[in-house]
């Protein structure tokens, strides 16, 4: 059974940093793009960073370039999105997903909550 499976958010200070972590199982993640997005109250699911199967490639969206970094431990079937310098903006339910052909996994999210 496909588990992807989010944990490491929570309430944060302006300023202060978080790291999201996604443990997988019921598939090899070696073989899988995986990204992170998130979904504030009243917007629509935006993709802010993703990693190819290889790490031959990485994006960032503008709004998290410079703040927040991808990454994997294939060995650990667990993805991570280490997230700093923190902005009330950021405040979203946070979503893991692993992809190939044919395949499009997703966690079941995990809240982050910006504010002083």
């Known amino acids: 059974q496909v588990q992807l499976v989010e944990s490491g958010g929570g309430l944060v200070q302006p300023g202060g940093s978080l790291r999201l972590s996604c443990a997988t199982s019921g598939f090899t993640l070696d073989y899988y793009a995986i990204g992170w997005f998130r979904q504030a109250p009243g917007k629509e699911r935006e993709g802010i960073s993703c990693i190819s199967f290889n790490e031959g490639t990485t994006y960032y969206g503008d709004s998290v370039k410079g703040r927040f970094t991808i990454s994997r431990d294939n060995a650990k079937n667990t993805m991570y999105l280490q997230m700093n310098s923190l902005k009330p903006e950021d405040t979203a339910v946070y979503y893991c997903?692993?992809?190939?052909?044919?395949?499009?996994?997703w966690g079941q999210g995990t809240q982050v909550t910006v504010s002083s």
């Open positions: 997903n692993a992809q190939r052909i044919w395949r499009d996994y």
